[in-house]
C-alpha cells in the first residue's frame, strides 16, 4: 500500500501522501517534498473537515462528497473518498488539485482492488493451506504490495465480492 | 534565435497596438501586455495593464494580468539578488532580498532566506525580519501556536535591537491586535522610553492604559483569537462596499447557463441566491456558509494560511466556493466548473456588496 502512495508522492509539486480511515486513523502515509511529519494531526484534522462536510451537506439530501479540496494561499488538501478509506494529498502552493485529480483515482482504485483482491483470496487461501491464524486487522505495507501483485483479474473478475 | 523573436515580436506588439488604437477594450489592451510580456518587455506590459485598470478598473483578467506581470519582475529582482549574493554577500542584499519576499507573501521562502542569513551570524535586522514573517504568518492564519513564534521572535529583535522602534512597534501591533491590552500598554511604554514625547504613542497610551482593567492574558488573547478568527476590532469592520446590483448581475449570469443549480454570495449571515427558491434556497445559503466555517478553521489549523477555494464533488455535482476576507461567491453546477466559471468565482470573492435590502436575499439565521 506505501509502494502505491509513494508513486502519488513522487509528483511534483506533492508534499504528502496520507491514506486514512473514515474514522480517522492513519493507514499508510509517503511523503512527498515535505520534510515535517504531522500524520496524525493532518488525519485528524482531515477526517474531522469530511465529517463535518458530511454533516453539513445532508440536510440537503446530498450523499457524502467523494473527492473535496481546500486551497489556501500556502498549499492544498485535497481528499478523496472511497467506501473504505480516504486519500488525503497535501500540495505545495504551486501545484493545482486538477494536478493529481487522476493520479489519486487512480492510487484509490488500487488500494480498492487490492483490499477485494485480498478479501476474496484471504479465506481460499487460508482454506488451503489449512492456516488457524486469522489475517491482521491492519494490513502492513508489504502485504498490500504482495496482495495487489498477486491478484489475477480474469478468474476472480466475475465474482462477487461478497463471497 | 532571440534576434528572430524580437524581430517577430515587433510586428505582433504593432498589431496589437494598432488594434488597442481601433478598439480599447479590456480583451486588446490584454492582448498588448501580453506581446509586450512575451517579448521581456515587463515594464511596458506592467504599463499597459496599469492603463488598462484605469480605463476598466472592475477587469479581474487584466488586474490578475498585472499582477501576473508584477510577480514576474519581482521574481527577475530576486534572481538577480541571488546572483549578488552568491559573489558578495552584505546585509543590505539579504535585507532587500527578503523584503521583496515578505511584501509578496512568499513567507516560507523569507524563512528560508532568513535562516541562511542567520546561519552567517548574528545579524539583529535578521531577527527583526524573522518577526515580521513569523507576525505575518499569524495574521494570516490565526494560531495560537503562529502567535507565539511571534512574539518570541519580536522579543529577541527587542533584545538585539533594543533603541529600535521597529521591533517594539511591531510588538505593539500585534498585542494591540490580539485585545491584550494590559501589555500592549506596557510595551507603548517601552516605546515612550525609547522615543519620549511622540503625541501618537502618548495618545495609544492613553487609550491603552484605559482598556487594561481586566484584560486578557496574551495566552487567552491568543486563544480567543485562534477560536473565533478574529483579531481585536474586526468584528465591525466594513471596509468599501461594493452594490449589490453587480454581485447581483454576475450571480443571474451565472444563472442561466444550463448546467448551474445555483449561485450564491454569502456576507455574514445574509445571502444572496440565485437558482434554488424558498426553504430550498435557504438551505443551500446555510450548508454553503457552514461549509465555509468549518473549512476557514480547518485551513488555519493546517496552516495553509488564507483559504481561497473549496470544492465539493459527489453524486450532487460540483459545489465551488470562493472566499474572500468577509464574503464568499458560491457555485453549485451538475458537472465540472470549468475554468472561466472558476475565475469569475474568485472574482467574486472580496467584492464585499452590501446584501441587505436586496430582493432576493436570503438570511439564514443570525447563529451561522
Known sequence: MIAFLESLSRLPGVEFVLLISHDGVPIAHARGCSESAYEESLAALTSQWLNDLRQHV?????????????????????????????????????????D??????????????????RSQVAPGSSASAGATEPPPAIPSGHDGVLAEESLQPDPHHGHSPSN | ??????????????????????????????????????????????RICVEGLGAFPENIQLARYHQRTRRSEREARLAELHRELAFSPRAPL?????????????????????????????????????????????YADRGRTQGRAALAALDQAIARLPNDLRPLRAKLDFLTKIGAWQDA??????????????LELEGRYRTLAARAEGAPSIERALFEVERSGRLAGEEGGEGVRTSAGSVQALLREFATQPDVQAALYVRGSTALVQGPKGATAERTARTVQ????????????????????????????????????????ALLCSGPLGRAREETLLGMAGLNAATAGSETAVHPGADQ
Not at chain 1, 473527492?67 to 486519500?87: D, H, I, N
Not at chain 2, 500598554?185 to 511622540?198: I, K
Not at chain 2, 465551488?320 to 476576507?325: F, L, N, W, Y
Request: include cysteine.
Open chain 2, 94 to 138: 539579504w535585507r532587500e532580498l527578503c523584503e521583496i519576499l515578505i511584501e509578496s507573501d512568499e513567507l516560507t521562502r523569507a524563512e528560508e532566506e532568513l535562516n541562511r542569513w542567520l546561519a552567517t551570524g548574528d545579524h539583529p535586522e535578521a531577527h527583526y525580519l524573522l518577526g515580521r514573517v513569523l507576525l505575518a504568518r499569524f
Open chain 2, 290 to 329: 457552514s461549509i465555509l466555517a468549518t473549512s476557514r478553521s480547518t485551513g488555519r489549523r493546517l496552516g495553509l494560511g488564507q483559504v481561497f477555494q473549496i470544492q465539493l464533488e459527489g453524486s450532487f455535482g460540483t459545489l465551488s466556493i470562493a472566499p474572500g476576507e468577509q464574503d464568499a461567491g
Open chain 1, 58 to 98: 445532508a440536510p440537503l439530501g446530498w450523499h457524502p462528497p467523494e473527492r473535496a479540496f481546500l486551497r489556501g494561499a500556502r498549499g492544498t488538501l485535497v481528499l478523496r473518498s472511497s467506501e473504505s478509506a480516504c486519500l488525503v494529498v497535501v500540495l505545495g502552493r504551486e501545484a493545482a488539485p486538477e
Open chain 1, 100 to 117: 493529481v485529480r487522476l493520479s489519486m483515482d487512480s492510487v484509490l482504485a488500487r488500494i480498492e482492488r487490492a483490499r477485494h483482491g
Open chain 2, 1 to 46: 534565435m532571440k534576434l528572430l523573436d524580437r524581430i517577430l515580436s515587433y510586428g505582433r506588439i504593432r498589431r496589437a497596438r494598432r488594434a488597442l488604437a481601433a478598439d480599447p477594450s479590456p480583451r486588446n489592451y490584454l492582448a498588448l501586455a501580453q506581446q509586450y510580456a512575451l517579448a521581456d518587455r515587463r515594464a511596458d506590459a506592467q
Open chain 2, 185 to 198: 500598554r506596557d510595551c507603548a511604554a517601552r516605546c515612550l522610553s525609547v522615543e519620549p514625547g511622540t
